[in-house]
C-alpha cells in the first residue's frame, strides 16, 4: 500500500508542475483552418477597394496602396445591382417567413398528432429531400407557366413556400420538447394552436433562427432556377446579375470584387448573427427521431 501511495505521489507532482495551456488544445488545429478559410474573403475584400492596375500587377499586390472606391461606385452607376438586391431581399424575405409558419405548423403536426398514415405521409416528404432538382426543374416550370409566374418573382417565392427540410427540422427539435408543459396547458383548457404559439415557439428559438438562416442562404445563394425562370434583367436576383455582369465586365475586376462583396456580405452576416443558435438546434434535434 506504501509502494503505490509512492509511486503515486510524482505523478501528481508532475501533473501539477505540467504548464497549462491558456486555451483549449483544440485552438491549434482550429486557428490554422479558420485563417485559411477566411483567406479568400479577405483577399476580396481588399481587392474590391484595389485598382485594377493593382489587381493586375505580377506579383500581385497584397495591400492595396490607398482605398480606392472606384469598384463599388462602378457598380452602383452602371448596373442594376440596386434592383437586383432588392428582389433577392423579397424572395429570400417572402420564403423564410413562409417556412417558418408552414414549417412550424407541420412539423408541430408530425411530431405531436397521430393520423391515418402520418408516418407514410412523413416518410414520402423526406424521400422528396433525395430527388435531385435536375429532375423536378422542367415540371416545375411547366407548373409555373401555367401560373402565369414565369419572368416575375412569383416563379421562385411559390416553390419554395415550404421545403421538407423546414418540416423536417422541426419535427426533430419538437421532439427534443418535453410533453408535460403541452399537456399541463391542455389540462387549463388551451387549443392546439394556442399551446404551438404561447408554450412551444418561444421554445424553438434554435430551430426557428436555423431553418431562418439555412433558408436565407439557399434562397439567396440560387442561380440555376433563377437563370431558367427569369428572362428580363429588371426582374434579376442578384446572383443571377452578378453573373451577367461578370461576362460583361471580366476585365474591370476591381467592380467584379466589390459586386462579390455586396453580394456575399448580407449572407456573412446572417450566418455570423445566428451562429450560437444554429449550432444548438443541430444538436438538439439530431438527437431524437
Sequence with gaps: MTARIGGSAPRVLLAARRPRLPFDPWHLLLVPLAVVFAGPLVWLLLSSVMSNAEINRFPPALWPSEVDFSGYRYVLENALFPRWFTNSLIVSAV???????FGTLGGYAFARMRFAGSR???????????????????????VMKRLGLIDSLGALIVPSLVTPFAVFLFRQFFFSLPRELEE?????????????????????????????????????????????????????????????????HHTNWSAVMAGNVITVLPVLLAFLGAQKTFIQSITSSGLKG
Design 95 to 101: 420564403t423564410v417567413l413562409s417556412n417558418l409558419v
Design 120 to 142: 407514410v405521409l412523413f416518410a414520402l416528404m423526406v424521400a422528396t429531400m433525395a430527388i435531385p432538382f435536375q429532375l423536378t426543374m422542367i415540371p416545375m416550370f411547366l
Design 184 to 248: 399541463a396547458a391542455w389540462i387549463d383548457g388551451c387549443s392546439r394552436l394556442r399551446v404551438l404559439l404561447t408554450i412551444v415557439l418561444p421554445l424553438s428559438r434554435p430551430a426557428l433562427s436555423t431553418v431562418a438562416v439555412l433558408t436565407f442562404l439557399s434562397t439567396w445563394n440560387d442561380l440555376t432556377w433563377p437563370l431558367i425562370a427569369l428572362n428580363h434583367d429588371t426582374s434579376y436576383t442578384l446572383q443571377l446579375g452578378l453573373t451577367t455582369f461578370q461576362g460583361q
